[in-house]
């Protein structure tokens, strides 16, 4: 089973900046991500990589603030966040992918709280 390990939450004012990382147990060849939990709310997609970090994908409203990057050589990837907003605030998730198919593979979490 794979384990996912997340880091890099805490606590910053809005405007500032956070960078998340996540490191695999294992290598990992599929698509890679991070998906959020704001208070109240689901999970829902933020951005993800594919395995040769050729391809990224983000939610629109995180697009030309967040920048989603993979290191394969140290099983991790990490989320640049800049221009953070209040409305960021929630517990990020790194996700991994089985295969072509759904992410199955999930970390515990870290909190992101942007204060305004």
């Known amino acids: 089973q794979v384990q996912l390990v997340e880091s890099g939450g805490g606590l910053v004012q809005a405007g500032g900046s956070l960078r998340l990382s996540c490191t695999a147990s294992e290598p990992i060849s599929t698509y890679m991500g991070w998906f959020r939990q704001r208070p109240g709310k689901g999970r829902e997609f933020v951005a993800e990589?594919?395995?040769?970090?050729?391809?990224?994908d983000y939610v629109d409203s995180v697009k030309g603030r967040f920048s989603i990057s993979r290191d394969n050589a140290q099983n991790t990837i990490d989320l640049q966040m800049n221009s953070l907003k209040s409305e960021d605030t929630a517990v990020y998730y790194c996700g991994a992918r089985e295969g072509l198919g759904t992410y199955v593979h999930w970390g515990r979490g870290t909190q992101v709280t942007v204060s305004s």
């Open positions: 990589i594919s395995w040769n970090g050729v391809t990224k």
